[in-house]
């Protein structure tokens, strides 16, 4: 099960933005919906499981095409590299990406209770509380500025602790997943599946992100490449409605949910179950409360020396998608 939930890759994380500019050109104006195709990068088959199980697409006049990541990285670089239109993240991997220079705009945000966020410690690490953690190596996944490594950051900051104060080594989700079923890792900093496949194997959580000590929110977002293209833009803004809808499905209908990831990620019904109770449950447009909740995370991992240079997070969205 762990295999084929390593092959589908990486979790619930957090949702990045569409977004939308430039001008109508005379081929745009002459080509028809039916002929456009959307490319919308997906992690761990999450959006593709949500819209096929709700039937959110059902009528849709463009087409969709999935290109399928493990994490927030190499979705961006696909973004970059043109490989896809979209992607969806959650706030911290989003703008690690605006900050390392990708061309893209955060054009709508999702919100969750941040429960999807952890920080799992082995049963016999002798880890009872986050002060404990002082002085201790802590597994971060994925990469470098995972929404995993703000819960960390803010956790310690919260309990009087600096990030000085432990030692971060970081590892792609499968390759931590395996070493802390083995034991060689005790502190794990995680998200989503393998948060819940970290619990079954012996794991327990130490602290998640509910209660603030993660932002909740996840953007939608597209590439600059992708808004230029008015056809494109047009159906970027049909999908976020359509992706609402099937968000408001999935917190109505867990259980279908959960069943359908079973289906379509290989998950047992335990983990399914989990993950079904932890997504993003809206579809939001990007105003002033989100911007000033996601510029604390980012002025606070760019006082880390984790996001650098710093984004400014209004300058880097565009409501004109969705209202």
Same mark, same amino acid.
């Given at each position: 099960?762990?295999?084929?939930?390593?092959?589908?890759?990486?979790?619930?994380?957090?949702?990045?933005?569409?977004?939308?500019?430039?001008?109508?050109?005379?081929?745009?104006? %002459?080509?028809?919906?039916?002929?456009?195709?959307?490319?919308?990068?997906?992690?761990?088959?999450?959006?593709?499981? =949500?819209?096929?199980?709700?039937?959110?697409?059902?009528?849709?006049?463009?087409?969709?095409?999935?290109?399928?990541?493990?994490?927030?990285?190499?979705?961006?670089? %696909?973004?970059?590299?043109?490989?896809?239109?979209?992607?969806?993240? /959650?706030? &911290?991997?989003?703008?690690?990406?605006?900050?390392? @220079?990708?061309?893209?705009?955060?054009?709508?945000?999702? +919100?969750?209770?941040?429960?999807? #966020?952890?920080?799992?410690?082995? +049963?016999?690490?002798?880890?009872?509380?986050?002060?404990?953690?002082? @002085?201790? +190596?802590? #597994?971060?996944?994925?990469?470098?500025?995972?929404?995993?490594?703000?819960? &960390?950051?803010?956790?310690?900051?919260?309990?009087?602790?600096?990030?000085?104060?432990?030692?971060?080594?970081?590892?792609?989700? $499968?390759?931590?997943? /395996?070493?802390?079923?083995?034991?060689?890792?005790? =502190?794990?900093?995680?998200?989503?599946?393998?948060?819940?496949?970290?619990?079954?194997? @012996?794991?327990?959580?130490? #602290?998640?992100?509910?209660?603030?000590?993660?932002?909740?929110?996840?953007? =939608?977002? %597209?590439?600059?490449?992708?808004?230029?293209?008015?056809?494109?833009?047009? /159906?970027?803004?049909?999908?976020?409605?359509?992706? @609402? $809808?099937?968000?408001?499905?999935?917190?109505?209908?867990?259980?279908?949910?959960?069943? /359908?990831?079973?289906?379509?990620?290989?998950?047992?019904?335990?983990?399914?179950?989990?993950?079904?109770?932890?997504?993003?449950?809206?579809? &939001?447009? =990007?105003?002033?409360?989100?911007?000033?909740?996601?510029?604390?995370?980012?002025?606070?991992?760019?006082?880390?020396?984790?996001?650098?240079?710093? #984004?400014?997070?209004?300058?880097?969205?565009?409501?004109?998608?969705? +209202?």
């Amino acid at each position: 099960m762990i295999r084929r939930l390593a092959a589908a890759g990486l979790s619930l994380s957090a949702l990045l933005a569409l977004t939308a500019c430039g001008a109508d050109s005379s081929a745009d104006t %002459a080509r028809s919906q039916d002929e456009v195709t959307l490319t919308i990068g997906d992690q761990a088959k999450t959006l593709q499981t =949500i819209v096929a199980a709700s039937g959110a697409l059902k009528g849709a006049a463009y087409k969709v095409k999935w290109a399928e990541f493990q994490g927030a990285a190499p979705l961006y670089q %696909a973004v970059q590299a043109g490989a896809a239109d979209t992607g969806f993240s /959650a706030d &911290l991997p989003a703008l690690q990406a605006l900050s390392g @220079g990708v061309k893209f705009k955060n054009v709508a945000a999702l +919100k969750n209770d941040g429960k999807h #966020v952890g920080i799992i410690v082995r +049963k016999d690490s002798g880890i009872d509380s986050v002060k404990d953690l002082k @002085g201790q +190596k802590v #597994v971060v996944s994925s990469a470098k500025g995972s929404v995993a490594e703000y819960l &960390l950051a803010n956790a310690l900051k919260q309990n009087g602790l600096t990030y000085s104060d432990v030692k971060v080594q970081y590892l792609l989700p $499968t390759d931590a997943q /395996a070493a802390f079923a083995s034991g060689k890792v005790k =502190i794990w900093a995680t998200f989503g599946v393998y948060q819940a496949v970290g619990l079954e194997q @012996g794991g327990r959580l130490l #602290v998640d992100g509910a209660d603030g000590r993660v932002s909740g929110y996840g953007f =939608i977002g %597209a590439s600059d490449k992708a808004l230029a293209d008015q056809q494109k833009k047009t /159906a970027l803004g049909d999908f976020l409605r359509r992706l @609402g $809808t099937a968000l408001k499905w999935t917190s109505t209908h867990q259980d279908a949910y959960a069943k /359908a990831i079973e289906q379509r990620n290989g998950a047992d019904a335990s983990v399914a179950k989990t993950l079904a109770s932890a997504a993003y449950s809206q579809v &939001l447009p =990007i105003d002033s409360g989100v911007n000033r909740t996601v510029q604390g995370v980012a002025d606070l991992m760019n006082g880390i020396g984790v996001l650098e240079p710093n #984004v400014d997070v209004a300058k880097s969205a565009d409501t004109s998608v969705l +209202k």
